[in-house]
């Protein structure tokens, strides 16, 4: 066992090589001291995935593999488009959503069938609303991500997802392609909420949080390194504060990556429930309720 130790009354060393003293309470109360260990043990344990969460992280990759070779092959690429107009629907919501609290009034918010975006909003802090399109879209990924390890958080964050749909909604309200793509969305989550007591739900949910965390990845790559697009988030942020606008995407992409990664880390400490336990107690399940209440 481990010994503590303190340093000796005076300045004084004891013999032999070592100049502390071993702590009192580390001999009266050796349990303690195997406390403290367990107490390590358990939260070091915390961060080692389950069989359950092992699984999730290998779709997880998977998903980065086949979204990274979709996004780049030709006609393949429609197979994920609606998923990519619905990631720059939370790019743009992001916009807004910080526009808002910075105290801008938001315009309108539209989406084009070309997988562009914009966001009119008056007033605000531009310095703070022009970063939050990548940085908020990564961020709603990486808090799907998280959320993807275990079936009754991900209820919730559909929940949330559909809270921000009606504001995205109020704010495109005159922008169809933007109403039918977040209702044929949300048509999807409904169907899927019932599916496998909400299993198939926990993995619609993880690939729109890879899609949305990969979106603000691979755009940034498109428009800084690849593209060059004239006109973009970065460039009208660095004629704002500074700096190149590569320079700034790089920033930005780091920031996504790591968003990434956290929402993995989280995922994987945070819920440690089995997925036979999480479907077995049925979360929000109105068809099951529906079963109990009917008459024998």
């Known amino acids: 066992m481990p010994m503590l130790y303190q340093p000796l009354a005076g300045g004084q060393a004891p013999s032999g090589t070592l100049d502390y003293a071993p702590l009192d309470g580390a001999i009266k109360h050796p349990s303690l001291t195997r406390s403290v260990i367990r107490s390590l043990v358990r939260r070091a344990s915390r961060i080692d995935p389950t069989s359950d969460q092992i699984r999730i992280i290998i779709v997880a990759c998977v998903y980065v593999l086949v979204i990274g070779i979709l996004w780049n092959v030709p006609y393949l690429k429609l197979i994920i488009y609606p998923f ?120 619609l949910v993880l690939f729109l949080g890879v899609m949305s965390c990969l979106y603000s990845c691979f755009d940034i790559l498109e428009d800084l390194v690849f593209r060059k697009v004239e006109e973009s988030d970065a460039s009208a942020f660095s004629r704002l504060v500074g700096g190149s606008p590569q320079a700034w995407g790089v920033l930005w992409f780091l920031i996504s990556v790591i968003f990434f990664a956290a929402g993995l880390i989280i995922g994987i400490v945070a819920f440690k429930t089995s997925t036979s336990a999480q479907r077995a107690d049925n979360f929000l399940n109105p068809r099951d309720e529906y079963v109990v209440l009917m008459p024998r």
Not at 144 to 168: H, N, P, Q, W, Y
Request: charged content about 10%.
């Open 84 to 203: 990519k107009l619905l990631t720059v629907a939370f790019h743009e919501f992001s916009h807004a959503i910080v526009g808002l609290i910075t105290g801008a009034k938001i315009v309108s918010v539209k989406l084009d069938p070309n997988e562009g975006g914009a966001t009119v909003m008056k007033g605000g802090i531009s310095w703070l609303s022009l970063p939050a399109g990548y940085l908020g879209s990564s961020f709603i990924g990486a808090a799907m991500i998280a959320c993807a390890f275990d079936i009754r958080a991900s209820k919730v964050m559909t929940i949330i997802i559909g809270v921000v749909f009606l504001f995205t909604l109020w704010w495109a309200r005159r922008d169809w392609l933007t109403w039918l793509l977040l209702l044929a969305v949300a048509g999807l989550i409904v169907a899927f909420w019932f599916i496998a007591e909400g299993v198939a739900l926990q993995y």
